[in-house]
């Protein structure tokens, strides 16, 4: 049985995940929503079912959508996405194309993605910004080819079926040092609070 996506447990367990998800404390997503920290702590534990106008002012402070708070605009807990649905990227002058394999939902703590690398090219520079958030972590498994992953200056040589995790909030890409083109799967963890 698929849970009440109005029910107040529901929802105060959303906001709470989607919160520390974003790194914020309830006085930042306070500052942030307008609403106050003592009533979002009751919305998180379910005490209190928030008013539309405070589930909006929530999910703004999330940089959200009312729906996508809700989860009003999902299907249910189990999202497939097709080979024609994958959304694509990267930049044919650099040689590098990837496709995400995961849905792009809010909330989502990790994201797949499948990379090709042509021969001699690079993911990014050396002083491009790290594109993930603070505290992401990364695991990418080589399919085929050979891999350079260089990873806040230091380089790591990677060979077909080496797998990789590392801090992914750090300057990094990924070379191809080889003849050959390169293909590589990469799964990205939403950033999570460091102890």
């Given amino acids: 049985m698929t849970p009440d996506p109005l029910d107040p447990a529901v929802i105060g ?9 974003a ?4 006085r930042d997503l306070a500052a942030r929503s307008g ?3 003592p009533m979002l702590s009751q919305v998180e534990r379910g005490e209190t079912s928030p008013t539309l106008t405070v589930a909006a002012r929530i999910a703004a402070g ?6 996508q708070l809700l989860r009003l605009d999902e299907g249910g807990s189990v999202t497939i996405v097709g080979k024609a649905q994958r959304q694509r990227g990267g930049n044919a002058r650099r040689g590098h194309r990837f496709e995400v394999l995961t849905a792009g939902q809010p909330g989502q703590r990790a994201e797949l993605s499948r990379h090709t690398l042509a021969p001699g ?6 002083d491009d910004p790290p594109m993930h958030e603070a505290g992401s972590r990364e695991t990418a498994l080589v399919e085929s080819g050979g891999l350079l992953l260089v990873c806040d200056g230091q380089r790591y040589p990677l060979h077909e079926g080496d797998c990789v995790t590392f801090d992914a909030d750090l300057p990094h890409h990924f070379e191809n040092p080889t003849e050959h083109d390169a293909a590589f799967l990469a799964v990205v963890s939403a950033g999570l609070r460091r102890s």
């Fill in 121 to 126: 090219r690079a993911t990014g520079a050396a």
């Fill in 23 to 26: 790194d914020l404390s309830l």
């Fill in 13 to 21: 367990a959303r906001v709470k995940a989607l919160r520390e998800s």
């Fill in 35 to 37: 609403v106050s920290a």
């Fill in 62 to 67: 999330l940089e959200l959508r009312l729906s």
